[in-house]
């Protein structure tokens, strides 16, 4: 389990907002999706259309009407890796320093950089 925010360690992960990862464990696993959170204090992510969990909603007046509604859980960070799509599989992701003296993302297999940070 994820440690309590306030004991937290301030840790940044190598996997940001809209980075594309598959999951590697769980239900989900083998399903690629577009991070749309990372919930850094708790170590887990939050996958577009992965690790749904039916929700059930009460009626609010016209503009939600309630029912079931499926929406998505947050999942360990550990779960899910940066997938390449030089390598179309996950990888593995290191930190390279560029001629400017800028750091990317790269993915280790192939080298390529990781996002546009
Ligand atoms: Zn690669």
Redesign the pocket.
Known sequence: MAAAKRDAPRVNYKIKKNDLVMVVAGRDRGKTGKVMRVLREHGRVVVERLNLVKRHSKARGAQSPGGIIEKEAALDISNVMIF????N?P?RVGIKAAADNTKARV?R????TIGND
């Open positions: 390449c799509d030089r390598c599989a990888v993915c297999r192939c080298g390529e």
